[in-house]
């Protein structure tokens, strides 16, 4: 009992050890984001201090950017279930060894909502009022509550996942089933969960007509699944050019297929809730005018919108075509349909929901420099977290770092990483 | 390999240096505000009150204050019913001496008979047209024997305004009159000055542009 | 199976504790970037104290814990405010559902009632919270988006318009009490919607949840004039609030629990605002509901079942 914790603490200590270490390239790119996460947390200091006035909401439009991201972040959270559910539904061999990738995507992907979420407060302090037992969680009334709940524990069984398989490759053996099988189908389940009842937030606000539509709910899971696996594709093959783990195209070319059919059903829901919303001409379809074509002469958000569909389209009819099978093409399809689906999921969904208010009144919503820095900061520390998770873990998936070469010289970091052929399947 | 190692310690190096400005940076942005406030001027204490627009009779006796406009027979005589004139076109003719007095009672000017309500017999009273003698401080009973709905309303509570207490267990309920509000003379409530809008967080509020109206 | 170890170090000992040192300086200028830029929190202040963080929900304070807390509120009230202000935990009265009646014929416009609220509730002047906002509306349409709100004519009423207030409609359905994740608002007995202000959190959900615009946030500490403070405060009502945190008319419960009419009832000029009790056939609103023809509950398709009438009587 005693070894076994022993070996886990040094397990830990190797993992945060290898954390501080690298080339040039690791410490240039590390520090960038830590600057950037630092000015977002001296931006942050100042709205605690100063209060949200700080950012660009006011009572007319009461979410800003910080949720816009939140709801995006929670559909790539989620994503990351369409790597598991290949490897794990139809034993899909290719990306069997890039699964925990994608876990660790979800992982960071949910720490940045918990912070988007929390830097929305206006009084953080009083987080503990959420916690069952000590606060008053209102459950299951408040779809919030809900939310508190599937993103913590989502939070876990990815974290869970990813250390019971990494510290079992650490290890050098082969995982238990019964100690994850189980808990990847639960989070197969919970991550179409997250997803869902994020889009619920949203969908059960009756006197928000722009929101309150059932559509909400599939659409968020169709644009969760194109955005989600398009950036699992643009890190992987960032990971194979700057290590020499083995990503095999035909794995990219595997995730290729779910961004095209997600993206296909993304583009086909639009089109239906776009003439759900014109068609009718219902007084309910005003948020949706104010958005696609402006309202009364105030239009912020028209460019926004359309170079959303812009870029959806152009990443649709990539994605169909058989060029999307280079990677070139595949890439510029990828980053389309990422940006694309930020800005719909993000500024197009929560801002017009706000506009006109349920009074009728306009006000437009721009946010503030202080905010963006926080909004920045956060996106930094989620991709410093996500540069960590594989700093650590492709050594110990590549057997660079193992139990048995415990105590030997360690990795410094620039020296030239020599090919490892012997990373074996478990 | 030594190139390597020489540029990442240059890297770190730098890292260092770029830290410690950053920190400095702080340092120095920490104060003030980061967002001016707007002006917003304190509302003027006039629309705050509570105050009755008008004093009725029944205000000025209570607070004893100068009754000279109601000492009818200062200037006419008693038992002569001062005469009333109309223009050509059947328009009230307002005689100098009563020039604060404007006539709109009703549409289309057809109340224009003081005798409608004044008694002519003693104009120190008022008269209801079945003959009833009423008093300056009774004149609900005078309005209300023609806006009869209204008088019921006003019984009610439901017509004109109160103050005091809903719970009449705790206190009571202030009530006042119709000549509180409306000028018997041109009863409409006059237009007046809107106490000033609103202002939103960080500008102004939009709204719809303004809608043409059919008369 | 194979390990494989790293290829063998081959810096000298000089170039590793080289490296190692620059490796802690950088980590020392992170940390003190990090502690620096902290730096704006110097100026917290009275964002909070450990008997503010630490104190209990409303529901679950003893009569004795509220005496305390009451006590707190009016030394910080007097702290800030230089006013020993007169704070009280009105519960509501047996017997008794307030309803609102507001009589659109006769409303004005003249938006007397949005100042006299913000004066009697101690509502933040700059920026300006206000819990009451007028709509200008074109005479044949109870359509809001048609409303103009910032109307600055010289005279009013207008030609061709009519005007209708729109506050918290206190509903027997609530949205933003649905939504709350933390239960810092609820509905009482008598019908009014609270907020506890030490429990909300601020996550602004009951404001994008309210289909009439009703909740209030406070996006910064809120400025309230030493002279125009109202020291006659509720613990759910009007007592001033902290940054952070959402607020709304609750139909000057320091007032309407003790009896009295609401402020804005008071100060109506023409007398278009009607209170009571519903459950007292013989109230003012019980008689307007059953003599008057026509209502409107806002929004009526919302399903929330407000305790706001709206009525026209000619």
Redesign the interface.
Known sequence: MIIAARNYLVFLQRCARIA?VGDWRY?AWM?AL??IS??G??AY??Q??????VTG????V??GVYIANFTFLVGVAAAAVMMVIPVYIYDNEELHDLVIFGELLAVAAIIMCLAF?TV????????W??IPGV????FP?????WD?IVLNGYLLLNVHICGYLLYCRYQ?RKPGKWFYIPFVFTAIIWAVSIHTVTAF?YV?????PFWNASIVGPRFLASAFTAGPAIIILALQIIRHFTHYRITDKALLTLRSIVQVSMIINVFLLVCEVFKEFYSGT?HG?SARYLFVGLHGYHALVPWIWTAITFNLIAMVILVMPVSRSLRWLDVACVLSIVGIWIEKGMGLVIP??I??????IVEYVPSLNETLVCLGIWAFGLLCYTLFLRMSVPIL???I?Q??EG?????GD??E?P?S?A?PH | ?LNR?AS??AW??V??????G???F??VS??GRPVP??V?P??DPK????AP?RQTYADLVRTNQDLSDYDCYGCHEKNKPPPIRYDLNHKIIIPKEHSDIVMGHGAHDRNNLCYNCHNEQNLLTLQVRDGREVGFDNIPQLCGSCHGPNLR?WE????????????R???AMQR?SCAN?HNPHAPR?P?????????S?HG??G??P??E?T? | ???????????SDA?FS??SF??G??????L?????????????GD??STEQ?LQK?YKELTPDDMAKVIARIEGEVQKEYGIRPHVRDLKP?DG?EFVYCLNLTRC?????C???C??ENNQS????I?YI?V?KM??GSM???????????????E???FYMP?QCQQCHNP?CV???????TWQEKDGITVIDYD???????C???????A???????PEI?KE?LNPNMSYLGNRPR?????EKCHFCIQR?R????PAC???????AR????ILDPE??VS??LR?KRVFIQL?EE??TSPRFFYYF?K
């Open positions: 501080f410490y520090g830590t600057v630092l000015l947390l001296n200091a100042k605690l201090v100063h209060g949200l006035i909401m006011s009572d007319e009461s979410w979420v929305d407060l206006g009084r953080p302090d009083r987080f009022h959420l606060g008053q969680l209102n009334r408040s779809m919030l509550s508190v050098n937030l059960g606000l009756g006197g928000r007084t005003v929901g706000f006109p208010t349920p009074l009728g009144a590549q057997g660079r193992a048995s070469n030997q010289p360690e990795i410094q020296e030239p020599a490892v012997g074996s | 390999m190692n990442t310690n770190l190096a890292l260092t240096v770029v830290f410690l950053l920190g400095a702080f340092l920490a104060g406030r707007q917003i304190l509302v629309f705050l009150s509570t627009w309303d009610a509570g439901a017509h004109g305004r109160t103050s005091g207490y809903w719970d267990n705790l206190g006042l509000c409530i237009t007046r000055e809107p106490a000033p809008g609103p202002h967080l102004p509020v709204s719809p303004p809608v109206t008369p | 199976m194979p390990t494989l170890t790293p290829p063998p170090d081959q810096t170039a080289r490296r620059l490796r300086c950088a980590a020392f200028g992170g003190t970037a990090l502690a620096a830029s902290l730096a704006p929190l110097r100026e917290m964002y909070t963080f929900y009265m008794v004005i416009g003249c938006r007397k949005v100042h006299a913000v004066a002047r700059n920026p300006e206000q906002r709509l074109p005479h359509d809001v988006e048609k409303g103009d709100h910032t109307y600055d004519a010289k005279q009013v009423p030609k061709g318009f729109v949205p649905k939504v709350c994740p933390v239960n810092a429990w909300c959190i601020g996550c602004r959900y404001e994008a949840a309210c289909p009439y615009w909740r209030r946030f406070n996006f910064t500490k004039p125009r902290k940054q952070g945190v959402m309407t003790a009896g009295r009419y009832l008071e100060v109506c000029p023409v007398g009607k209170f009571g009790n109230s003012e008689y307007i003599e929004k919302m399903g009587d």
